[in-house]
């Protein structure tokens, strides 16, 4: 027969759209077109399938191959595509079975010598043939990430000719069994370590309870990165289907992350605004992406240009991140805990009690006006970090652990999700007129809080989620006015 069909995949975004690879054998001078808005990478493949059929011990056909990667109108990148349009080449000379083929998608990098490198984007390609119903065959490095998946079948191998040879039936593979869950050997940062800091230590656990945002100032040295790092210690395990979400972005981006864990993304104030919400003409995630399900970590908030800031305000409300281009938009997820620390001056000492700070009212001015408004209003907690007395860094007694602060964080958001199915964080201004009633007293006091502190329509139902989950840590079921009064000494410092 001089027609093939192969099933495969493309990747665009964390999407994974089915690719049939059509290859048609036709009478004329030997040549191999590939057609279907391939890009440079799949254009290049017509090399490495030729030398890779002919190193594995086939025939390449001296005759016209057309292959055509439908649909023609969606675009295809990278070297995923080389072992279906192997498959197909062998396919339509007769010196592979098209019935083997049936029901089963491929994907795969291939060597000239025939065997099979890794690519990047498994995890999407595997959730999307398992949607499909079909086999997945891949590189054997990619097997185990792909087998992940609960009731894919997966068959990882070595090279095409090994792969050849389990569709026909001579020599089977293995089909490659579901992994089983790692513990990380990374030593774990405990709140024990941090010394005083009493109200930062609250409310680093009351954004830990209700997923909230913070924003810590104070001078050097405060511990203020200390505090940050220690979130993700106290914050509930991941979720098998949120496992599978993070490792799919870490799939697409090519890049590492333990199976599992949430994660924390330190990200350097030279940071670009494409490499922090993602893009490039090929649309890759960005570092707020990479943090979904975790936390991103902005250490020297002014430094950051104020353009890379801004581009945070949409992400922050909306969970997730759209990406535009003239021939296709892709949304990525974006639901990150933001936690940022900034000194309070250029020169870091003017909250100190000290008179060390050497800086004007006018360059304090202009160093916090990098900070726009919008952004500001958007953070949940903003907590003054002081500097820390001798008494306390000489304490040998050690603080309360993560393990004791992680009990009354689940305990919370336990609550949480019993009552609204989600973290307070996410509570409509709908759900908070539902579960967060306020009596009379409640009342008076958010309107005298409102007209005193300028709260914003967002700064008043920020100060209502923050008061809802310190209620849950208190295991209230009402919202009290000690509730609001914490939330409101948490809204604000001087600006």
Known sequence: ??????????????????????????????????????????????????????????????????????????????????????????????????????????????????????????????????????????????????????????????????????????????????????????????????????????????????????????????????????????????????????????????????????????????????????GGSQPRPGEITLAHHGVLFLDELPEFDRKVLEVLRQPIESNEVVISRAARQVTFPAKFQLVAAMNPCPCGYASDTTTRCTCTTDMISRYRAKLSGPLLDRIDLHIEVPAIPASDLQQTQAGENSETVRKRVFAARDRQLSRQQGTNQSLTPTQLDKFVPLGEPEQKLMQMAQTRLALSARAYHRVLRVARTIADLANSVDVRSPHLTEALGYRGFEQ
Not at 6 to 24: C, D, F, I
Not at 54 to 62: I, M, T, V, Y
Not at 138 to 162: Q, S
């Open 1 to 278: 027969m001089s027609f093939a069909q192969v099933w495969s995949r493309a990747v665009m975004g964390l999407n994974a759209p089915t690719v049939q690879v059509e290859t048609h054998l036709s009478q004329g001078l030997p040549a191999l077109t590939i057609v279907g808005l391939p890009e440079a990478a799949v254009r290049e493949s017509k090399d490495r399938v030729r030398s890779a059929i002919l190193n594995s011990g086939f025939k390449f056909p001296q005759r016209r191959l057309t292959i055509n990667l439908a649909p023609a109108d969606l675009p295809k990148e990278g070297s995923r595509l080389d072992l279906p349009i192997a498959l197909g080449v062998l396919a339509a000379t007769g010196q592979l079975s098209i019935d083997a083929l049936n029901n089963r998608e491929f994907i795969g990098e291939l060597a000239l010598n025939g065997d099979l490198r890794t690519v990047n984007g498994v995890l999407a390609v595997a959730r999307a043939t398992h949607l499909a119903q079909r086999e997945l065959f891949l590189p054997h490095a990619n097997a185990i990430e792909a087998a992940r998946i609960n009731g894919l079948t997966v068959w990882g191998a070595p090279n095409l000719a090994a792969l050849c040879a389990h569709l026909e039936g001579t020599t089977l593979l293995t089909a490659t069994p579901k992994p089983k869950p790692q513990v990380s050997n990374a030593p774990l940062l405990d709140m024990a370590d941090i010394k005083g800091q009493h109200r930062a230590r609250r409310a680093l656990e009351i954004a830990a309870a209700g997923g909230h945002s913070i924003l810590f100032s104070g001078p050097p040295g405060t511990g203020k990165t200390l505090l940050a790092s220690r979130l993700p210690s106290i914050l509930p395990p991941l979720t098998d289907e949120e496992s599978l979400e993070v490792a799919n972005i870490y799939s697409i981006a090519s890049s590492q992350h333990p199976f599992g864990l949430r994660p924390f993304r330190a990200v350097h104030h030279t940071t670009s605004a494409v490499a922090l919400v993602g």
